[in-house]
């Protein structure tokens, strides 16, 4: 028998189309449609290259999740950023799964930019405010960004 520890990081990320209310009102069927058309051709492979599932489909909104691997944690993040860097739920992700890798520069750094772009940031404050509901999730998420040397 294997004494192999599986890591697990869940990246939860939620996506909103500015507008769409108004483009439903133009054109419902159109919009619809290039919707679930972009979906299928941009954002799902992404998920799924990422080992991830899309958990909810709301109209114009989408969450998924990332799971099973630091590593997947960390390229999905780094994507994400390089789409939209200033996206601080993507810089927080990156930063738990760098820490758990043992990446300490790196994730001192991505930390970094966690407190530039969250000024007075604290791990007791985003605790009690991160939507994580399984405790063992949840120290090991807050546990990511201690190891990134951010503030208690």
Known sequence: MSDVIQR???????????GYSRLMGLD???????????????IQPKIAAHNGRVVKLMGDGMGHFIADRDLDAVN???????????????????TVAL?????????????????????GFSLAAHERSTPISQEADRQRYIDGLRKAGLPE
């Open 8 to 18: 697990r990081l869940a990246s939860i990320v939620s996506a909103d189309v500015v």
């Open 28 to 42: 419902e069927v159109g919009t619809h449609a290039r919707l679930k058309a972009r979906y299928a051709e941009l």
């Open 76 to 94: 999905a993040a780094g994507e994400c950023l390089r789409h939209r860097p200033d996206f601080h739920l993507a810089v927080l992700c990156l």
């Open 99 to 119: 820490g758990q890798l043992d990446r300490g520069e790196e994730a001192k750094a991505a930390g970094a930019v966690v407190l530039g772009m969250l000024p």
